[in-house]
């Protein structure tokens, strides 16, 4: 049977709905305190959760290889995502906005979260075996900026992204969310040794570009890369920038002209600058 009007349900099996009227029921408790615990695996409390917001990014979680957990949300916002819901095999749960806003411990305009387990990654070796192109970061430490950096490589084709010393966890609440949920699609892996993963890379057959301010590095134009060349492009935190140590582990220094008294830019946007001029002719 299909759905006639907005109310009725597929006659196909979808997520089980369940009524949250008590903000303290024990069953919600994977969405509690999210301003103060996030959830993160590396905070006390945190349990190691995947969490999307919004009904954009939860649509990309279901379709992710993120087992959901279970989904928290309104009605109008589970109704919204309700052909999404078909065979998944979890708790919907269903609550006023006060109600949820109690449980999570703000009120929520996007209206709806879900919460997944975390899967296994690649290793750099694994994922440099699939990849043409790749995104490496180094100190990146701000969520917003990791997650704007996913989005760019998702948008721009980019095959996974290779966190080096000091980067935030992608997985992390606002990053998930201004990735707009991309960073569920785009494989990454965590390097253990830093910054030999990127010899790792060169071994693979990528040729690494460095992307750093200092004059005396090779022009954005000027960087032609050669048919079927493999890219990785390496990025650091905004103000140290890359290290030295990363910088000489590379195979070329890059800088993006700009004009005069402008010095650098968000890590995201020079990303996302510097995939198209080189990943994005490889890919």
Not at 168 to 193: I, K, N, Q
Not at 213 to 236: K, M, T, W, Y
Not at 261 to 271: E, F, I, K, Q, Y
Request: hydrophobic share 45%; glycine share 8%; net charge negative.
């Amino acid at each position: 049977m299909r759905r006639e009007r907005r109310g009725q349900w597929h006659s196909r099996s979808v997520a089980t709905q369940i009524v949250i009227a008590d903000p303290d029921d024990d069953r919600v408790d994977d969405f509690r305190d999210l301003k103060r615990a996030d959830r993160r695996p590396d905070r006390p409390g945190g349990k190691g959760l995947v969490i999307a917001e919004g009904t954009v990014v939860v649509r990309r979680l279901i379709a992710s290889p993120y087992r959901v957990r279970a989904i928290l949300g309104v009605a109008r916002r589970l109704d919204e995502l309700r052909d999404d819901l078909v065979d998944v095999d979890c708790p919907a749960y269903v609550a006023s906005a006060d109600v949820m806003a109690t449980v999570v411990g703000f009120h929520l305009n996007r209206g709806v979260l879900a919460v997944a387990d975390k899967v296994p990654q690649p290793s750099v070796a694994e994922l440099a075996a699939s990849a043409r192109t790749v995104v490496v970061l180094e100190g990146v430490g701000d969520h917003e900026n990791i997650g704007a950096l996913f989005r760019n490589a998702a948008a721009l084709g980019v095959d996974g992204v290779v966190l080096g010393a000091g980067c935030a966890d992608p997985l992390y609440r606002r990053s998930v969310r201004v990735s707009m949920g991309h960073v569920l699609r785009v494989p990454f892996a965590t390097a253990e040794e830093w910054p030999e993963a990127l010899k790792t890379l060169r071994d693979s057959g990528f040729r690494v570009a460095a992307l750093t301010p200092r004059r005396n590095a090779v022009s954005l134009h000027d960087v032609q890369p050669r048919e079927g060349e493999r890219i990785a492009v390496l990025l650091g935190a905004e103000g140290d920038g890359l290290t030295d140590a990363a910088i000489e582990a590379s195979d070329v220094a890059v800088r993006i002209p700009m004009a005069e008294g402008v010095d650098s830019l968000n890590v995201a946007t020079a990303g996302a600058i510097a995939c198209y001029e080189l990943a994005h002719r490889v890919s």
